[in-house]
């Protein structure tokens, strides 16, 4: 069965310094999301991608986050320079159309903890 | 804005008993409701959907009725196993307000249950 994959599962950096995490939407997807979890907080949603631009972003996903498409398989998150309190879970999702009745499909996540 | 509330854990129960995890919303929009699920090690799946009142969203045993007027989505199973240990998040997907479908989630329950 298809899936999300995401690299690394675990990324510790020190804060200032740039990170990339990487995601590998299902094949077929043409839209794709960025989500984060602060530790015993909720899932927030960062951003949405098609068509090789961004869709909607959220509050949270200011001038140091970007997002790229560099092949026609990853789908990356940059944090820029990253603080304290970037450190979450975060969790690339990808589905097949938009809309509030389809589903989107996650991965398994990437720790990030910034030091 | 659109939030979703759902009851702290975690919530321990044996095997067989009666499981109920409450969820509330609010949106601005007529929401789609959704349950996922994340077992250990691996990213959110979709476990049940609703997208308009009074429907019933099923799966695996697993039930959620969309109560418009007391705005809640509560996931019921009438006998949990040892494998349905896990964190449960109920989400809604709003397309009022102007969102481009993004899922808002709830802080995540985490189920436990023992042998």
């Known amino acids: 069965e298809p899936e999300v994959t995401q690299t690394p599962s675990h990324q510790v950096t020190q804060m200032g310094q740039e990170v990339i995490l990487r995601c590998v939407p299902i094949?077929?997807?043409?839209?794709f999301y960025w989500y984060r979890q602060i530790l015993g907080q909720k899932v927030e949603f960062l951003v949405s991608?098609?068509?090789?631009?961004?869709?909607?972003k959220s509050e949270i996903f200011d001038d140091q986050f970007s997002v790229e498409r560099p092949d026609g398989s990853n789908f990356t998150l940059k944090i820029r320079s990253t603080k304290l309190e970037d450190s979450a879970m975060y969790f690339c999702?990808?589905?097949?159309?938009?809309?509030?009745?389809?589903?989107?499909?996650f991965g398994p996540g990437t720790r990030l903890t910034v030091l | 804005g659109d939030s979703v509330t759902q009851m702290e854990g975690p919530v321990t129960l044996s095997e067989e008993a009666f499981l109920t995890i409450n969820c509330t919303y609010t949106?601005?929009?007529?929401?789609?409701l959704f349950w996922y699920v994340q077992y250990p090690g691996e990213g959110l799946q979709l476990l049940l959907k609703?997208?308009?009142?009074?429907d019933k969203g099923s799966n695996k045993g697993f039930e959620a009725t969309y109560r418009k007027e007391t705005t809640s989505f509560h996931l019921e199973k009438g006998s949990v196993q040892v494998s349905d240990s896990a964190v449960y998040f109920c989400?809604?997907?709003?397309?009022?307000?102007?969102?481009?479908?993004?899922?808002?989630f709830g802080k995540g329950t985490l189920l436990t249950v023992n042998p």
């Open positions: 999702a990808s589905s097949v159309d938009r809309g509030q009745y389809n589903e989107q499909f």
């Open positions: 989400a809604l997907s709003d397309p009022g307000g102007g969102s481009n479908y993004k899922l808002t």
């Open positions: 949106a601005t929009g007529y929401p789609s």
């Open positions: 094949s077929n997807h043409l839209y």
């Open positions: 609703a997208t308009k009142a009074d």
């Open positions: 991608f098609y068509n090789n631009e961004i869709s909607e």
